[in-house]
């Protein structure tokens, strides 16, 4: 499976070399109510025979929007709980890298993140050069999943996991594509590249993961033969591994329809 860019000329060559193509398509965010919907509390949970099950010793990846990375519930002990935070969107700068295999976006890990919050009097957002927006969805999903409130009525469902975020994004030089993937948050090719990169450093850190998509995407035939699909059951054939998606909140949205096609 390879991700990337193409130009429409070239695609007649490309498709001599390759099994099957397909293009990607536009991710939007998509979040249902949380911890109490699922039954997940950590009571429920003790009374199923889980016991102190918390999260500890596993990797916890968001692909998402937004990662408060300064927010105290992922703060443990003065140290941030996030092993790493890809900004596909980040710009080149001084200090700044990409991750390994990848040719865009910025890579932080746990010691810069470190860094920036123990700067007394500077705004960590502006020092790292990542602001995520207010409410952001992927703050509010990641703390649902992990987040360590010290009010067990808001705590998440594995409270001592590890951290890892993609900020989804769309860059390319390309502005008049860039722009119109910002719309819909980014695009299939983005997730899969994200995916891939949360699998790789829970294998560098010897530890199993479970990758949260709360996102959405309504091209395709929904039944599990889209190359993204494919590749991520390929990917789960690894064990310790596991994906979870949003249930979906597109419901009352009415975006299907039904009838007879004659011939």
């Known amino acids: 499976f390879i991700s990337g860019r193409v130009k429409v000329d070239n695609l007649p060559q ?7 193509l397909q293009a990607a398509r536009p991710i939007t965010t998509t979040l249902n109510n949380s911890v109490k919907a699922i039954s997940a509390n950590r ?6 025979g889980f016991g102190n099950i918390n999260g500890s010793g596993v990797i916890i990846g968001i692909v998402d929007d937004g990662c408060d990375f300064a927010h105290p519930n992922f703060i443990k002990n003065g140290q941030s709980r996030l092993l790493y935070l890809w900004d596909q969107n980040g710009k080149k700068g001084a200090g700044k890298h990409k991750p390994e295999h990848y040719e865009y976006g910025i ?12 700067l007394p009097g500077i705004n960590p957002y502006q020092e790292l050069d990542y ?3 207010a409410n952001a969805h992927g703050t509010h ?3 649902i999943a992990a987040g360590n409130s010290s009010d067990p009525d808001y705590r998440g469902v594995a409270p001592d996991a ?3 975020f993609v900020q989804l994004g769309s860059p390319t030089a390309i502005e008049e594509i860039a722009e119109e993937e910002k719309k819909t948050l980014g695009s299939s090719k983005y997730l899969n590249d994200a995916i891939h990169y949360i699998f790789e450093k829970a294998d560098e850190a010897g530890k199993p993961a479970v990758i949260n998509i709360s996102l959405a ?3 395709g035939s929904h039944d599990g033969t889209s190359l993204l699909e494919v590749n991520f059951d390929d990917l789960l054939n690894t064990p310790g591994r596991a994906i979870v998606i949003a249930a979906g909140n597109d419901f009352l ?8 096609v004659t011939p």
């Open 14 to 20: 490309l498709n001599e070399l390759a099994a099957r």
């Open 43 to 48: 009571t429920v949970l003790n009374n199923d």
């Open 107 to 118: 890579e932080y890990g746990r010691a810069r993140i470190n860094q920036v919050l123990a």
């Open 131 to 133: 602001r995520p927006a």
């Open 141 to 143: 999903v990641m703390d």
């Open 162 to 164: 590890d951290l890892i």
């Open 217 to 219: 995407l309504n091209g």
């Open 253 to 260: 949205k009415k975006s299907h329809a039904s009838g007879k």
